[in-house]
């Protein structure tokens, strides 16, 4: 027979679980938003989609068009093409 204890166990209290802010980004690029991409981005020395999306806070499928779009104007240069990151770099003057 168990000894008869008396009180009763505290029932555990369960956390809510971190909850992570909406990100608000920008779905759509504006004149501001493509005078400042052309501008910053030739300074950045590793460019890739994250680095956009986090610096300019836009889209991730907004920061792949603009990528595009800068590599067809020479402003940046592929590095690696990979089918998941791709990574650019500013363009110099010398190719290697």
């Given at each position: 027979m168990a000894p008869a204890t008396g009180g009763k166990?505290?029932?555990k209290k369960w956390s809510k679980g971190k909850v992570k802010d909406k990100a608000n980004h920008a779905?759509?690029?504006d004149k501001t938003a493509?005078?400042?991409?052309n501008k910053e981005a030739q300074s950045y020395r590793l460019i890739t989609v994250a680095?956009?999306?986090d610096r300019m806070k836009?889209?991730?499928s907004v920061?792949?068009?603009a990528l595009r779009e800068l590599e067809d104007k020479g402003l940046?240069?592929?590095v690696v093409a990979h089918a998941r990151c791709t990574v650019?770099?500013?363009a110099t003057g010398k190719e290697d």
């Open positions: 166990k505290q029932k779905v759509v690029l493509i005078e400042r991409l680095t956009l999306v836009i889209n991730g920061a792949r068009h940046i240069r592929k650019y770099t500013r």
